[in-house]
T-cell receptor, first 118, second 113 residues
Framework: GAVVSQHPSWVICKSGTSVKIECRSL??????MFWYRQFPKQSLMLMAT?????????EQGVEKDKFLINHASLTLSTLTVTSAHPEDSSFYIC??????????????FGPGTRLTVL | DQQVKQNSPSLSVQEGRISILNCDYT??????FLWYKKYPAEGPTFLIS?????DKNEDGRFTVFLNKSAKHLSLHIVPSQPGDSAVYFC????????????FGQGTTLQVKP
């Protein structure tokens, strides 16, 4: 089946630093990638949708200048948390969508990245 | 505004019995629904889905039922197995929305041997 990887799987950083998280589709081309955030015991909240070669579309309440998304190729999207603060500590999950069909079954999730900001 | 709700945070069933996980939604534009299974520190894995033109979809031990008038769907797992223990999320999507998924809060299922 389709595989999506994320790197790193976990990261600890000091407050004020920036952290980059990579999301790769390993065996398919992802026309669209999604970034989610999950706080403990809560739902996955969609942060943004990114299409290769175009600007990301951010959900309401998500600061685009703080969460920079770059979808440079059909297999790679990156999320950079700029000037991270303790409240940004969360589990970040990406998903990659194969094709442009209306059926969202072809959305495959990465294993997630645990970010802890001290 | 929680458009997709899973009101039961946890469910415990005996091995071999049926597990029923419920999900309600408020947005009538949703026309596709999915169930995902998730283990801690991992991404969700797709289980089963249903289009709004159907009221039932079955795949092995998993069956999803959709009641559009009640804006309610449920996932039935029968027979339940200890390996089914995980967090289950329902998600909803509307066509033409680039596949954007709205997730419920999740239900933790524990299947006891």
């Amino acid at each position: 089946g389709a595989v999506v990887s994320q790197h790193p799987s976990w990261v600890i950083c000091k407050s004020g630093t920036s952290v980059k998280i990579e999301c790769r589709s390993l065996d398919f081309q992802a026309t669209t990638m999604f970034w989610y955030r999950q706080f403990p015991k809560q739902s996955l909240m969609l942060m943004a949708t990114s299409n290769e070669g175009s600007k990301a579309t951010y959900e309401q309440g998500v600061e685009k200048d703080k969460f920079l998304i770059n979808h440079a190729s059909l297999t790679l999207s990156t999320l950079t948390v700029t000037s991270a603060h303790p409240e940004d500590s969360s589990f970040y999950i990406c998903s990659a969508r194969e094709g442009r069909g209306a059926v969202p079954d072809t959305q495959y999730f990465g294993p997630g990245t645990r970010l802890t900001v001290l | 505004d929680q458009q997709v709700k899973q009101n039961s945070p946890s469910l415990s069933v005996q091995e071999g019995r049926i597990s029923i996980l419920n999900c309600d939604y408020t947005n009538s534009m949703f026309d596709y629904f999915l169930w995902y299974k998730k283990y801690p520190a991992e991404g969700p894995t797709f289980l089963i889905s249903i289009s709004s033109i159907k009221d039932k979809n079955e795949d092995g031990r998993f069956t999803v039922f959709l009641n559009k008038s009640a804006k309610h769907l449920s996932l039935h797992i029968v027979p339940s197995q200890p390996g089914d223990s995980a967090v289950y999320f329902c998600a909803a999507s509307s066509s033409g929305n680039t596949g954007k998924l709205i997730f419920g809060q999740g239900t933790t299922l524990q299947v006891k041997p």
